[in-house]
């Protein structure tokens, strides 16, 4: 407690605890800091509360669904297969309560002081915290800031009743009928995929040519194939205009080469990209904070505002809106606040997207890599080849590698198959030490394994496949 209105004094303030906070003060206090977080909300942020861990609790529940329907392949059926969605919810919420607990418990576990409250600078080295109950005041040699994003409300289409964000969408109770998607990236494939699972019929109204528009197209195919297996209308170069609701449903009028449409669900869910956490009571105006014209705040590569003891990381500064990456620019932060020599380098930044099948990248594409002026080779190796892929059912899928042509080190990978999520790991891990195409191809892969697709893709490259024909 304060007496009177004297500030208390503490070595580095960490505003937000979602991944790049609590990540930020558990390193910072490992490193002898004396650290005080603060968060108005849940620990953990929006990637535990209200993005990846709930995201990905209902898909994995999406996927239970599906193989007890689609498991007569193996000799197995299943009758009356049926969906209990509130208790779907509730495993998704008890995941979330277990991993939000963890984080409270490393926090107290590494001597962090948590405020629940929001925070607001008086000037360049002091802070007041409050809530309803108490207002103390805060004297910091350093600061990081880490306040994440928010979904982007566009005007025509205001988040409330039968139109939802990403957080209504996830805490739906019962599974819904239809569902328009207004944004075909990570966020809406997703979540649009899950519930077309469930039953849902959905439709995704893209403004580009592809949804993941992101990855390369040979990816996203295959996705947008399993995605129409599943009776998703995907409408792509369209144009989202207007949408009129009522108690029962929601109505989108949209254009496709000039051609007026329209189409009618139960819920509507737009997911159009996030908006930085800058604005409002915070007071970055107030101290001089400097932010581009989209509100994201400049850093250097320590992640050093333009004060020299307050840092940003996260979403909102610029880059991807990933979670590992706010982790990462994190540990950075409180390495540099501590004497260390840590530099950001994005060079191995792996993007995830957890659609059927999930589709990954790390490093250089193709295109990328010849743009920055390499001579590149590369190659792809397919699942169907692989005997675990096809024994698990799931033979749709690559890695692709792709590499320097003269000395074969790796400069970037796409897997897009089961499992890419995790076998992205290798490919990054040869990026960031350099490997060549010859360390992976002589890295023994146990058999039958998915992770040997890897090995057989840089064999692939090299020109002498096993489990392949070059041609």
Known sequence: MVVGDASLDIDTLVIGAGPGGYVAAIRAAQLGQQVLIVDKSELGGVCLNRGCIPSKALISAAHAFENAKHADQFGVTAENVKVDFAKTQEFKNGVVKKMTGGVSALLKGNKVEVFNGECM??????????????SPRYRFKNAIIATGSRPIELKPFPFGGRILSSTEALNLQEV???????????????????????????????????????FDKDMTNLVAKNMKKTGIEIVTNAKAE????????VTVKYSVN?????????????????????DGELGLDLIGVETDERGFVKVDN?????????????????????AHKASYEGKVAAEAI????SVVDYKVMPAVVFTDPECSSVGYTEKEAKEKGYKVKSGKFSYAGNGRAVSLGHPEGFVKLVAEEDTGIVLGGQI????????????????????????????????????????????????????????
Not at 179 to 203: C, D, N, P
């Open 121 to 134: 600078f008086i000037n360049e080295n002091e802070a007041r915290v409050f809530n309803d109950h108490e």
């Open 176 to 214: 819904p009928a239809s569902m328009i998607v207004i944004g075909g990236g990570y966020i809406g494939a997703e979540l649009g995929q899950m519930y077309s699972k469930f039953g849902t019929k959905v439709t995704i109204i893209e403004g580009m040519d592809t949804v993941l528009p992101g």
């Open 416 to 471: 897009v198959g089961l499992e890419a999520s995790n076998l992205i790991a290798e490919i990054g891990l040869a990026i960031e030490m350099g490997a060549t195409l010859e360390d992976i191809a002589l890295t023994i892969h146990a058999h039958p394994t998915l992770g040997e697709i890897v090995m057989e893709a840089s064999e692939v490259v090299l020109g002498h496949p096993i489990h392949t024909m070059v041609r």
């Open 242 to 249: 207007s949408a009129e609701q009522t108690d029962k449903d």
């Open 302 to 322: 320590q992640g050093r505002t333009n004060h020299k003891h307050i840092f940003a990381i996260g979403d909102i500064v610029a880059g991807l809106a990933l």
């Open 338 to 341: 501590a004497g260390m020599p």
């Open 258 to 278: 000039g051609e007026s449409k329209e189409v009618t669900a139960e819920y509507l869910l737009v997911t159009v990209g996030r908006r930085p956490n800058t």
